[in-house]
């Protein structure tokens, strides 16, 4: 039997944070975000308490492409790699992987720190423990006791 997951109910575990984002269609709450995968991860973020980042981030010193998500206060953004196993997407061809790499680069340059997430990671929950140990190792060394 498959059991559906409550969107609602809070997890026992991080594994456990799985989604069905049609359900986040829709709702105010996820203004900014623009893809499923992107609501799916967000969601993943509050629910496990983790600090709230803006969607659609533009790096104040490259403004052209936005980020899927950043954190100022961090000097973080995620990048969602959704399609990566769809023919010709935006982030498995020639093109795509030179501007995915230019993008990555410039973001470094910066002096900032960026994430890459496929579907499989988000989902799988691996995503949500990176940013968990992320935001854990901030805050011991910043001597934050809360992850807000």
Same mark, same amino acid.
């Given at each position: 039997?498959?059991?559906?997951? /409550?969107?609602?109910?809070?997890?026992?575990?991080?594994?456990? @944070?799985? @989604?069905?984002?049609?359900?986040?269609?829709?709702?105010?709450? %996820?203004?900014?975000?623009?893809?499923?995968?992107?609501?799916? %991860? *967000? #969601?993943?973020?509050? $629910?496990?308490?983790?600090?709230?980042?803006?969607?659609?981030?533009?790096?104040?010193?490259?403004?052209?492409?936005?980020?899927?998500?950043?954190?100022? =206060?961090?000097?973080? $953004?995620?990048?969602?790699?959704?399609?990566? #196993?769809?023919?010709?997407?935006?982030? /498995?061809?020639?093109?795509? @992987?030179?501007?995915?790499?230019? +993008? *990555?680069?410039?973001?470094?340059?910066?002096?900032? +720190?960026?994430?890459?997430?496929?579907?499989?990671? $988000? =989902?799988?929950?691996?995503? *949500?423990? @990176?940013?968990?140990? %992320? %935001?854990?190792?901030?805050? +011991?060394?910043?001597? /934050?006791?809360?992850?807000?």
């Amino acid at each position: 039997m498959v059991r559906k997951s /409550n969107p609602h109910r809070r997890p026992r575990s991080r594994r456990e @944070i799985v @989604i069905d984002p049609s359900a986040l269609v829709g709702d105010d709450a %996820f203004a900014g975000c623009e893809t499923d995968l992107e609501r799916k %991860f *967000l #969601w993943q973020l509050r $629910v496990a308490g983790l600090p709230e980042p803006t969607p659609q981030y533009r790096l104040k010193e490259y403004r052209r492409s936005p980020y899927d998500f950043g954190w100022e =206060d961090h000097r973080l $953004v995620v990048e969602l790699q959704g399609g990566v #196993w769809m023919r010709k997407s935006g982030h /498995n061809t020639g093109n795509g @992987i030179t501007r995915d790499c230019r +993008k *990555l680069n410039r973001t470094t340059m910066a002096g900032w +720190k960026q994430f890459n997430f496929t579907t499989n990671m $988000v =989902d799988s929950g691996e995503a *949500l423990d @990176i940013m968990i140990k %992320f %935001f854990e190792k901030e805050n +011991k060394n910043n001597g /934050n006791n809360g992850s807000k």
